[in-house]
T-cell receptor, first 110, second 114 residues
Framework: EDQVTQSPEALRLQEGESSSLNCSYT??????LFWYRQDPGKGPEFLFT???AGEEKEKERLKATLTKKESVLHITAPKPEDSATYLC???????????FGAGTILRVKS | DAEITQSPRHKITETGRQVTLACHQT?????MFWYRQDLGHGLRLIHY???????NKGEVSDGYSVSRSNTEDLPLTLESAASSQTSVYFC?????????????FGPGTRLTVL
């Protein structure tokens, strides 16, 4: 069974304090790993897709990396507007659905 | 601009009633999905469709049904609402290839079953 585990469940940072969010996964052949951002009361917003180990993607203060067992979302010098829940999901080669983790709630204080 | 909309945004209903949640997308995407989101469970797939007249069950499909009569719409029906179906429901779409594209989500419908 495909599984995604995100850690920590919640993370509090001071503005400018860099940190990382972890997404561990088990999947029967990875087709793609997806990162989403979700603000309270809204739908998830697509951030990145990673396809193979060693791949990296960047967007503003966010950088996502992928290995065979996990993906890490690095946030550099975060700002209060980066506060959100970050969701990770995997898609297996032999299936079509996305399997989501429970998410990491990020709070950045000024 | 293309978008995906859901209605209603909030719904309160009673146990045993039939409820239909609407999802409409103007991306012209082939693929559409319904998820529910609950604390501690993340997003779980209810049903999905890869095109008109195509529907498939997800991991939590019991008590739900969908039908796809056109490209733009995938309504979700709760045949007989139960308190366990109180949740936030999200519709998503992707395209053009079946399954393998990033999914774009609607704003969600918060459903309360009393």
């Amino acid at each position: 069974e495909d599984q995604v585990t995100q850690s920590p469940e919640a993370l509090r940072l001071q503005e400018g304090e860099s940190s990382s969010l972890n997404c561990s996964y088990t999947v029967s052949g990875l087709r793609g790993l997806f990162w989403y951002r979700q603000d309270p009361g809204k739908g998830p917003e697509f951030l990145f897709t990673l396809y193979s180990a060693g791949e990296e993607k960047e967007k503003e203060r966010l950088k996502a990396t992928l290995t065979k067992k996990e993906s890490v979302l690095h946030i550099t010098a975060p700002k209060p507007e980066d506060s959100a829940t970050y969701l990770c999901a995997v898609q297996a080669r032999d299936g079509n659905k996305l399997v989501f983790g429970a998410g990491t709630i990020l709070r950045v204080k000024s | 601009d293309a978008e995906i909309t859901q209605s209603p945004r909030h719904k309160i209903t009673e146990t045993g009633r039939q409820v239909t949640l609407a999802c409409h997308q103007t991306w012209n995407h082939n693929n559409m999905f319904w998820y529910r989101q609950d604390l501690g469970h993340g997003l779980r797939l209810i049903h999905y469709s890869y095109g008109v007249q195509d529907t498939n069950k997800g991991e939590v499909s019991d008590g739900y049904s969908v039908s796809r009569s056109n490209t733009e719409d995938l309504p979700l029906t709760l045949e007989s609402a139960a308190s366990s179906q109180t949740s936030v429901y999200f519709c998503a779409s992707s395209g053009p290839a079946a399954g393998f594209n990033e999914q774009f989500f609607g704003p969600g419908t918060r459903l309360t079953v009393l």
